[in-house]
């Protein structure tokens, strides 16, 4: 089972296939996620430190560009399905923000 790392926070095992994003709020660690995993926002958006998160969709292909101020090691949590080990770096939090998370993603 592949390993993730959160920066500042624990590391924990995931099955293989999981959507980063479940996988994090299912650790218990505070993550922001507006859209219900749609790649429609980008609350729920992770620095990617060391691993391979996959290619990326056409869906956030799509909204990534729309942020230019975003460099390549910005990804949607919710577009990525956890294969190999992963560290990354949260950075919306619903605690920080004043803001309730969205409809859980589906899986």
Known sequence: MPTVSVLGEKSFEVAAGTKLVLAIEDAG??????????????????????????PLGDDEKERLAREASFGPDLRLSCQIRVESDLEINVLGRAAASGLTPGTRPAD
């Open 29 to 54: 660690i505070d993550i922001l996620h507006r859209c219900g995993g749609l790649a429609k926002c980008t609350t729920c958006r992770v620095q990617i430190i060391t691993g391979d998160p996959g």
